[in-house]
């Protein structure tokens, strides 16, 4: 019986969020699209530099997803009141959108590794870079959101998290496991932080008041 609640409850998420859990699949097949067209019109040189852009949409996407879903519900107090508990409602969102945005993101890496347009392709462990960075992004504005409890900061925090990952932290280690590492353990603790905060039913229903 519980099993089947919980199955109902994942449901009922997935319903409210599928425009955007379709998102990162469209955003997905329309860099592949791109890609596969301007392949047999531009050389590799010209067509990497604006893979290299393209391939930052979804990060930018799944963070801005992320602080929507997070910040989206205003009754905190009637999730508090239930069984279900508000970190229940928020992680389980969180969860949805997260894997949404991952398993594009790995299908976005495996189509353009394979007609050699990944921007500094470096074999399969490439991978990781993008998936390491909407793990991060994501993590971090769960992180926000249960601090602030506020759309627009967590959607600003959000771009913050790239800007720093894409101009200021990517640029100087190129190789992706050193990359993504210490990054990955940071939102990682985040995370856990933010999954302890947002157990406080009072102080959740006392911050959602406050706004």
Not at 104 to 112: E, K, P, Q, S
Not at 164 to 176: A, G, M, V
Not at 180 to 196: D, E, K, Q, S, Y
Request: hydrophobic residues 55%; positive net charge.
């Amino acid at each position: 019986m519980r099993k089947v609640d919980e199955v109902a409850f994942v449901d009922i998420q997935l319903k409210r969020l599928y425009r955007l859990v379709l998102l990162p699949f469209i955003l997905t097949a329309c860099i592949l699209l791109a890609g596969f067209v301007l392949e047999g019109i531009w050389s590799l040189s010209r067509i990497r530099p604006l893979m290299m852009v393209l391939t930052q949409v979804p990060v930018i996407a799944a963070g801005l997803s992320t602080a929507f879903v997070l910040n989206g519900d205003p009754i905190v107090e009637l999730a508090e009141s239930t069984p279900t508990g508000w970190r229940k409602v928020q992680v389980t969102r969180l969860l949805i959108i997260t894997g949404a945005n991952l398993t594009a993101a790995g299908l976005l890496f495996i189509g353009l590794h394979m007609m050699r347009l990944w921007p500094r392709d470096m074999g399969w462990v490439s991978i990781i870079t993008p998936v390491g960075s909407i793990f991060i992004v994501n993590c971090l504005v769960f992180l926000i959101a249960v601090l602030t409890m506020s759309m627009p900061t967590s959607s600003l925090a959000s771009i913050a998290i790239w800007l720093f990952l894409c101009f200021i932290w990517d640029p100087y280690i190129t190789d992706p496991v050193r990359q993504r590492l210490i990054p990955l353990f940071v939102a990682a603790a985040g995370a856990i932080f933010g999954w302890n905060l947002c157990n406080d039913a009072e102080r959740n229903v006392v911050k959602m008041a406050a706004l």
